[in-house]
């Protein structure tokens, strides 16, 4: 079974950046379109940003666009989401995994937290 671990949040002002990783043991990514998800207290998790099996494409939510970066490493089995220009509307647990159908589990996310 795939052990999905995300790092790489804190708190950081407005404006600030952060750069999350996401690794997996169990399973290799190759192959796989790999997402960014968030969920904020009291909200459903929702889709952030996506990055083909290639690499070659990319997607993001509306409100990330212009900001947020993905990007991953095959070599090291790892995706990134660079996060830039923080708002404090983006403060959640941020999670990843494949896309458009998970891998059957979660990690536990990594807590991202904006303040004003």
């Known amino acids: 079974q795939v052990q999905l671990a995300e790092s790489g949040g804190g708190l950081v002002q407005a404006g600030g950046s952060l750069r999350l990783s996401c690794t997996a043991s169990?399973?290799?990514?190759?192959?796989?379109?790999m997402g960014w998800f968030r969920q904020a207290p009291g909200k459903e998790r929702e889709f952030v940003a996506r990055?083909?099996?290639?690499?070659?494409?990319?997607s993001y939510a509306d409100s990330v666009k212009g900001r947020f970066t993905i990007s991953r490493d095959y070599a090291k089995n790892t995706v990134y989401l660079q996060m830039n220009s923080l708002k404090p509307e983006d403060t959640a647990v941020y999670y990843c995994?494949?896309?458009?159908?998970?891998?059957?589990?979660w990690g536990q996310g990594t807590q991202v937290t904006v303040s004003s």
């Open positions: 995994n494949a896309w458009p159908r998970d891998f059957g589990s």
């Open positions: 169990g399973r290799t990514f190759s192959g796989y379109t």
């Open positions: 990055i083909s099996w290639s690499g070659g494409s990319t």
